[in-house]
């Protein structure tokens, strides 16, 4: 399975560019940290609150 992935990655990386593939990849990682952000300051209003 991990080949496959590979060899899509690298499909990709030839068909779109570089440049698109590691925007792709660095909005991907910033979502995963702001939907942490997200529930850290849901977390915080609540423990303000009470």
Same mark, same amino acid.
């Given at each position: 399975?991990?080949?496959? &992935? /590979? +060899?899509? @990655?690298?499909?990709?990386?030839?068909?779109?560019?570089?440049?698109?593939?590691?925007?792709?990849? &660095? /909005? +991907?990682? @910033?979502?995963?940290?702001?939907?942490?952000?997200?529930?850290?300051?849901?977390?915080?209003?609540?423990?303000?609150?009470?």
């Amino acid at each position: 399975m991990e080949e496959t &992935l /590979l +060899n899509q @990655m690298v499909d990709i990386i030839g068909n779109t560019g570089f440049p698109i593939v590691v925007s792709v990849y &660095l /909005l +991907n990682r @910033m979502e995963k940290k702001l939907d942490i952000m997200i529930s850290l300051l849901q977390q915080l209003t609540t423990t303000i609150k009470q």
